[in-house]
């Protein structure tokens, strides 16, 4: 069975520092790894995946995240937070053998001016 | 290139009725999911079709149901409704060629049940 696990229910940055939502997954095979954005009232935008290859990826809006294999975790990362980047995102794992995606619970963004 | 659609974007039904929601995906995908959002459980998934073929279930009754026509597009269908299943109803396409593939959500059908 696979699943994710996001620890942190809300994450608060002041504009211009760096933003970390944290992610670990947990599937029996190959992972991969999803993470989408949610704002009020809409259905979820993809950010990025990470399937093979460089453990980190690069996704929309300056967005990137890290695979880290032996901690089992798919960090997302910004290196400068803007205002609008308020939102609920979530981490979705899918096992390569599964046509389904498994969500984090999400965490809610505030970034404030 | 046109989203996925979802319709209707919002409805009101009483407890015991039933409801239909209806899924356009993206233009030559495939792979149509059905996931069901509330404040408590997150993002569930409910069903996943390929060609008119339900090929994944998720833990949910019997009431919950669905198909998928030969042009892609999908309906769920929730009989004798409950509270419980006030949720947002959300859609997603995928190409589903490969294990790669994201999903790409509409804007979802938010079902309240009074």
């Known amino acids: 069975a696979q699943s994710v696990a996001q620890p942190e229910d809300q994450v608060n940055v002041a504009e211009g520092n760096p933003l970390t939502v944290k992610c670990t997954y947990s599937?029996?095979?190959?992972?991969?790894l999803f993470w989408y954005v949610q704002y009020p009232n809409r259905g979820l935008q993809f950010l990025l995946k990470y399937i093979t290859g460089d453990n980190l990826v690069k996704g929309s809006y300056g967005f990137e995240a890290e695979f880290n294999k032996s901690q089992t975790s798919f960090h997302l990362k910004k290196p400068s937070a803007l205002v609008s980047d308020s939102a609920l995102y979530f981490c979705?794992?899918?096992?390569?053998?599964?046509?389904?995606?498994?969500f984090g619970a999400g965490t809610t963004v505030t970034v404030r001016a | 290139k046109a989203g996925v659609t979802q319709t209707p974007r919002y409805l009101i039904k009483t407890r015991g009725q039933q409801v239909t929601l209806s899924c356009s995906p993206i233009s030559g995908h495939r792979s149509v999911s059905w996931y069901q959002q509330t404040p408590g459980q997150g993002l569930q998934f409910l069903f996943e079709y390929f060609s008119e073929t339900q090929r994944n279930k998720g833990n949910f009754p019997g009431r919950f149901s669905g198909r998928q026509f030969s042009n892609s597009r999908s309906e769920m269908n929730v009989s004798t409704l409950e509270l419980g299943d006030s949720a947002l109803y959300l859609c997603?396409?995928?190409?589903?060629?490969?294990?790669?593939?994201?999903?790409?959500f509409g804007e979802g059908s938010r079902l309240t049940v009074l």
């Open positions: 599937v029996s095979g190959n992972p991969y």
């Open positions: 979705a794992v899918r096992d390569g053998s599964d046509y389904k995606l498994s």
């Open positions: 997603a396409s995928s190409l589903w060629q490969s294990d790669t593939g994201e999903l790409f």
